[in-house]
């Protein structure tokens, strides 16, 4: 008897629960509300909602902005905001700088460059960075923080261009994303999708990819080896049944192994201890297994915070590389900028009274 | 070893590595249990960072001008070293405070909580618009404005839906808020700026000059007015610089 089996009984005999019994009557209970009590609760959180937004007024409606837009792009658009902004005042009228008023203003023009180009490279640098760690995160390539049972929606979106573009029929590629029917029209005159219809199509096309690869994953938590097979086109099935294709780095046995090994997805010591902890919270009766989905769902959803907050970590590191770029691109931009647009502050009427200012890059 | 390999299983490798590690684990934890503190640590985080590499950039970039005389060059340096020292300790400094001391405080004001020093909450006005008691007290006057009726578990139910909409978002934004105005606008774009230039010249004076006569304020105001604008640009053409190196 392995470690794992031995450990099970036990525990099974102390919840008084026989291996593999499901005990639906308890599994109701959880759920178990009164007919309309989910309508009547969401229309209260919907009306108090409403009074909150409208008690904190505009800076509610800024700090929401701040919440929802959080990320690489934020920091450099506040530095951006206040280099082109407040920098060039306190520049300009710098009360222990003792320049001549020409040269300060010429000084202070040179925060709005920089802001723009700072802007510009960090911008191009952060897409492509969330790009390529997208990719790298959703086709399985970082296993600490593997998003492909829940890809970004970044990532899904490449992929749903990607397949729009190949698909030979492309209505019929559109009608199977979204096969619910959308109010007003779903082609322009011209015959092209239009823009509403296109984003109802990604939301169903997301919908089916995460719920084809959540399904996947709950059934390969504690499902035997011999279960679970590589047939094909790179499908996986399970006992019998196609449940994915061609999943990114899922397309072996060998890829498929490795994968069950590095998320435990069979039931060991370590991970039976954590449901142990997590079965406090559930009824004494409940059947491990469904534990163990629910656990790893949870498992799942931590991935996918996990992988966003690493990602805010590979921005700041790949931005770094561009500061070089920006600060070599500003030395070269800036003084043809003044020269171009502002030739009178660029010309050096007394260069021995003439001061230069710096401060704030 | 074909492109795939080089381009995402190698780095794909470093990276895993990197989200393994204590510290990476530690910070990601700290992402989830504290989403708020956790996004206003990574905005200071991120421009700070920035700051430290364009300092130490900007910096060995002037030191190395050749075109600048030595004499005019240290000055320079310095600017660029003050300048760097102020933004990235200061706004190392200033994002602790905030976060450890201002933020929580303000927010309370919001929330009607603040965490002790064991990181236990405790209430401070259960009156306060995003407290859960005040959003219970709400929940009731909504269900009798809408005539539904709420048990207690439902009126749980609402608290967890409007803090999950209306308190985390709140307390995250204002957290970015205050780390923003705090660094990036008082010190990065205030502070810096003004202190900088006076602290570049005693810099210079202290350290840099080692051996030599003290230079009166006069030369150190004309060394700053030959010098500066020159480490905008090594570009040859530059007519600026040519004139301002000319005049030096």
Known sequence: MSKVESVVPKYQQMSGLNHGQINYASRQSFSGAAPGADDAVKKITQAIVGEITEKTGVLGKIYKFLADKDGEIQSQAINALFTTTLAPIMIAWNPFSKQDEKTKKYTALRQPVSAAIAMTGGLGMTIATNYYMNKMACEGYIANVDARIEPTKDYLKGKFKQDYKAASDKKEFLEKCNPESIKGDKFSPNGKPTKKYLDACFEGYSDKVKKERKNLFTALIGEHPDNIEIKGDSEI???????????????????????????N???NNKLFEKIKTEMKNLKPNAEIKEVAKKFMSNK?????KDFSNFNKYAGILFNLFMVGITCTALNWAYPRFVEKF?????????????TIQKGGK | MNISSILYKKPGELFNKLAKSKWMQKN???????????????LVTSIVSKDLVNCAFYTTQSYNNQKIPEEKRKFVAALDLMNGIIMVGGQL????????KVTPKLLSKFTGTIKDAKGVEKTVNNKALLHPDNIKEMAQKAAKNLDLKIDDKMTEKIVKNVTKLCKEPFAKGFGLFAAAIATTAIVKRTIAPLLSTPLAGWFKEKFMDKGKKPEINKD????????LAPSYSKTKDNKQEHKLIKAA
């Open chain 1, 237 to 263: 099935w399970v006992k019998g049944e196609k449940l994915a294709q061609k999943i990114p780095n899922l397309e072996t046995d060998t890829q498929l192994k490795a994968y069950i090994k590095e998320h």
């Open chain 1, 265 to 267: 997805l069979h039931v």
């Open chain 1, 300 to 304: 799942i959803k931590r991935m996918g």
């Open chain 1, 342 to 354: 502002f030739p009178h502050l660029a010309k050096d009427d007394n260069p021995k009274k003439d």
């Open chain 2, 28 to 42: 990601l934890e700290q992402g989830v249990s504290d989403s708020e503190r956790f996004a206003a640590a990574m």
């Open chain 2, 93 to 100: 400094l200033i994002g602790k405070v905030i976060d450890a």
């Open chain 2, 220 to 227: 150190t105001i004309e060394i700053e007015s030959k010098v």
